[in-house]
């Protein structure tokens, strides 16, 4: 056996003297204490817990990645947080986010206790209460306004992986339409209805790219390893790794750039374009995958047709990319097919024209003849499970709904709030994210088709995260009743007139996280502690507020483990036996075009992918994607970009203690040129002004030559305005706040937000 060698450093060859002499120290001063000898010797005592180690099975609340975890805790208290090997997505691992979940749990600017307002709405003030008073006042209004103005005129909006029993379950036993999901209209709700257009399929909540096989990755505004979503950090690492070649589009030099081998910095806005030219090199140079197209798509001739005008050199006009670089990536991609795909991204709403732009994207992949291959996307399957057993809701199609299984993420979304069609003669289905976030907002101010006048808020964070907040706000002052349910008390809870103080991931029983699939898999969340302080779970919640209205039908069951075996006893399991099988059920997927057997895998009308969309053109909307020109910043003025941080989640971790450590505040992308030309130094502080006026707090100057001239770009979440969160209050700018108008997408309703523009204030 080779012997292994040792690298002896300065610092280890001191440590291991100075262990040495303590216990020589030890051998000749045992009288004393081991403490008082080691403290003598600049030793700590090692520390360790005399109770036993506790393990639960988790999933990851941190983000909406959801990464299965293994929790360890001692005497009540949580110490560890791993991730789960037998999750499919975790695979034993963990981003930053991930590992604070303690720090999270441990936060001391959480709520504690259930509260109800005493000064004016907005001003914070509130009195503690018991759970009976608070409950018991909350049913009180709603049943109030539900019998003045119909269950419609109550709204929810939710996020994070506890507001199923909120926009779901809660909603549709009381019998509204207008709950609410951020993650569809202010994120991916182009992206799941260019999908279904075009395959007939939803990408869902895990994008299924088949990584393993890849040879050429193509991101388009997607910014791995900054978006730390810790299975796709995994996976692209490892297809670098081994050669996979990787073109970037973004007008920043992103992390995922610099290991680009093709970056692309593209005159934002201009995506479409640069799109239009790639199909047009596949076609006009026959490099797509022919045999693929004939037997699985329809429409290749009037797409031929489309795009036989939109060139490179027509591209590169709009773009500001050469012409000659637009042709070089086309052709790498035709090089690698069907192993080569335009990852579909999740924070699409962009521009107001954004599902064309991903109708664009899925014609290349198919025309890469990528879908159902290996290396390219693989069908997610969702795993079998049955929804527990309860009376027909008052209303469905809330979203997640009865359309998925209860704890998956769904695409189907809610209509507007006049539940019709709109006017311009599209049907229902292309009105759903728009109105969630958005449209819903406009009943509460104005009452029209019809009022909404309470809204149950969790976990949303309403001021940091919906574009035009100060519209929000005219909308909080004119409601009769808002409930907030939340960890922590962001700036939205100011605005609440009872606040419901939760339980956190890591203290609470939750519903199963059943996750469409390469390999379907449903997990568990069991508590590793009892929830801290007077705190509570949204199941609970729900419960009491059911039998408090007179929903007793749906409440049969009295505990979260009473539900959940109820639901696990139809696949044959139970939460123990889950927890034997480290909180995680793995079932058997159909990822390939090979598993349906010659059955078309796609249930669009005509059984192929469409090219050309009759479902679109029928509505009078264009059947194949058109480049759609936006405007132009101001002079003076710079397009406003922003996007994530590794060890952040929206407008939620940045009071997390461990998290605040690592990213206190964040900064302005400006480019070093602009900065130069404006006399302004790296790392002076700034104020930003919209075209609207609106101005955002101090923020810090990055001067490089990573971003565009043209664009400013900061990190998301930042700028609260919410006095008790001792860490996260007033820290940084606000990019929501400096989001006075967003453009609705007409096909799918997603908010396209980088339609801001900001200019630098040197004094405020």
């Not at 699985?296 to 060139?311: I, P, Q, R």
């Amino acid at each position: 056996m080779a012997r292994t060698k040792l690298k002896i450093t300065r610092r280890s060859f001191l440590k291991s003297s100075l262990l040495g002499a303590t216990a020589l120290s030890l051998s000749n001063c045992s009288a004393q204490p081991l403490a008082t000898v080691m403290g003598q010797n600049g030793l700590r005592l090692p520390w360790f817990r005399k109770g036993q180690i506790k393990t639960t099975y988790n999933y990851c609340d941190m983000c909406p990645w959801r990464c299965g975890i293994v929790v360890k805790s001692v005497d009540g208290q949580v110490y560890k947080v791993d991730g789960n090997p037998a999750d499919p997505k975790s695979r034993g691992m963990l981003c930053a986010r991930g590992q604070a979940g303690p720090s999270f749990m441990y936060d001391p600017d959480r709520l504690r206790a259930p509260m109800i307002r005493t000064g004016a709405r907005g001003e914070g003030k509130f009195k503690e209460v018991t759970w009976q008073e608070a409950l018991d006042y909350t049913a009180e209004k709603l049943k109030v306004t539900g019998q003045a103005f119909g269950p419609e005129s109550v709204a929810v909006f939710g996020h994070t992986s506890g507001d199923f029993w909120f926009t779901d379950y809660f909603a549709q036993a009381w019998g509204t339409p207008n709950a609410a999901k951020p993650s569809s209209s202010l994120c991916t709700s182009p992206r799941e209805e260019a999908a279904k257009l075009t395959y007939g399929l939803p990408i869902g909540g895990h994008e299924p790219v088949d990584w393993e096989a890849i040879n050429c990755i193509v991101l388009i505004g997607s910014h791995i390893g900054e978006d730390a979503r810790n299975t796709v950090m995994q996976d692209f690492a490892n297809a670098w790794a081994r050669g996979a070649k990787v073109i970037v589009v973004d007008p920043r030099f992103s992390n995922v750039a610099a290991k680009a081998d093709y970056w692309l910095p593209i005159k934002p806005g201009t995506d479409t374009a640069l799109l239009l030219a790639w199909i047009n090199v596949l076609i006009d140079e026959a490099l797509y995958d022919q045999a693929y197209v004939s037997e699985w798509t329809t429409g290749f001739e009037e797409l031929a047709a489309h795009v036989s005008d939109f060139t490179p050199e027509w591209a590169a006009a709009i773009t500001d990319l050469p012409a000659d670089q637009i042709r070089a990536t086309a052709r790498v991609m035709a090089e690698n097919l069907p192993q080569a795909a335009i990852i579909p991204g999740r924070h699409v709403t962009w521009y107001g024209n954004d599902t064309q732009r991903m109708r664009a994207i899925y014609i290349i992949n198919a025309l890469l003849g990528a879908y159902g291959r290996e290396g390219g996307i693989y069908f997610s399957k969702s795993p079998y499970i049955e929804s527990y057993p309860h009376p027909p809701f008052a209303v469905t199609g809330s979203s997640g709904g009865c359309s998925a299984e209860p704890g998956e993420e769904s695409s189907e979304l809610p209509l507007g709030p006049s539940g019709k069609a709109r006017a311009d003669g599209a049907r229902t289905r292309f009105l759903r994210g728009a109105t969630a976030m958005q449209e819903l907002i406009d009943p509460m101010i104005s009452g029209e088709p019809y009022p909404i006048k309470a809204l149950i808020v969790y976990g949303v964070n309403l001021l940091n995260s919906i574009p035009n907040p100060q519209r929000t706000v005219e909308a909080l002052k004119k409601l009769d009743f808002v409930l907030a349910v939340d960890v922590l008390p962001q700036e939205h809870v100011a605005w609440a007139d009872v606040v419901f103080p939760e339980a956190t991931a890591l203290e609470r029983y939750d519903e199963l996280w059943v996750v469409a699939h390469k390999t379907p898999y449903i997990a568990m969340r069991e508590p590793a502690v009892e929830p801290l302080y007077d705190t509570k779970p949204a199941w609970w919640m729900v419960r009491e507020l059911g039998l408090r209205l007179g929903m007793d039908k749906y409440f049969k069951w009295e505990t979260a483990e009473e539900y959940l075996d109820a639901r696990l006893l139809s696949i044959g399991s139970s939460l123990d036996k889950m927890h034997e099988e480290q909180g995680i059920i793995v079932q058997k997927g159909k990822a390939y075009l090979a598993d349906f057997e010659g059955e078309s895998p796609f249930p669009t009308a005509s059984g192929k992918i469409e090219f050309y969309s009759h479902e679109l053109a029928a509505a009078n909307f264009d059947p194949i994607p058109t480049y759609e020109p936006v405007d132009e910043p101001p002079d003076g003025y710079f397009r406003l970009l922003y996007g994530r941080h590794p060890v952040h989640t929206f407008a939620k971790t940045q009071n997390t203690p461990l998290l605040n450590e690592l990213y206190p505040e964040n900064e302005l992308w400006l480019n070093e040129d602009e900065a130069a030309r404006q006399g302004i130094d790296d790392g002076a502080y700034v104020w930003l002004e919209n075209q609207d006026g609106a101005r955002s707090g101090p923020i810090k100057v990055k001067a490089t030559q990573r971003i565009r001239s043209d664009a400013v770009y900061m990190v998301h979440g930042f700028g609260q305005n919410a006095p008790q969160l001792s860490r996260a209050n007033g820290k940084g700018a606000s990019d929501t706040k400096l989001q006075t108008t967003y453009a609705l997408d007409p096909i799918s309703g997603g908010a396209g937000m980088r339609v801001n523009f900001v200019r630098i204030v040197r004094e405020v």
